[in-house]
């Protein structure tokens, strides 16, 4: 169909919980399927402010909190313009954690128990503590109450091939809505 956008398909959820290993495999599902389809993540660690993320979370260098979130912010700001350019020629974007993770992990943090602080978790990124985990869960709970954004809850815990499945299908339905909502209510 001729001017045709594409979806944005975003996945959120806790560290190790399969986004990545599932992101891949939508990707090329949906090309398999005939679709256009490319895969971005948050953080990109490759560009300038991904560097500095990236060290930030290997615990290789300390950031004031503000200033971390707001380079986490304009960690996908300066993709903004090729997300854009990319759905309104009509390819579908798999987006590896977005400003969901931004609002979830940084209020985590906020609330954090201080007995977690305490422990330290040795060799983790920074983030990657249980107790953290579980306010970040929170956040995201709160984020998916607001209904206008089409949250799917899927459950993580079944086979890489299941939940694999049910996105898919989940992702088919995604794209063949997504030429009903106008491109320019996504950013305001
Ligand atoms: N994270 C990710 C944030 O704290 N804020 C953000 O805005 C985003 C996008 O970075 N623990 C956190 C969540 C993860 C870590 O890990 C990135 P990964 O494995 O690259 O997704
Ligand atoms: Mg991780």
New binding site residues.
Partial sequence: MAGRRGALIVLEGM?RSG??TQSRRLVAALRTAGHRAELL???E?STEIGKLLSSY?EKKSDMEDHSVHLL??AN?WERVPFIKEKLSQGVNLVV????F??VA??SAKELQLAEAAARGEFGL????SRAFQEQALEGFQQLMSDTSLNWKTVDASRSIEDVHEEIRVLSEEAIACAAWRPLGELWK
């Fill in positions: 560290d986004k990545t993540r948050f953080p660690r979370l986490f912010s996908r590896d954690r977005y400003a993770s931004g992990f940084t990124e920074r983030y990657e």
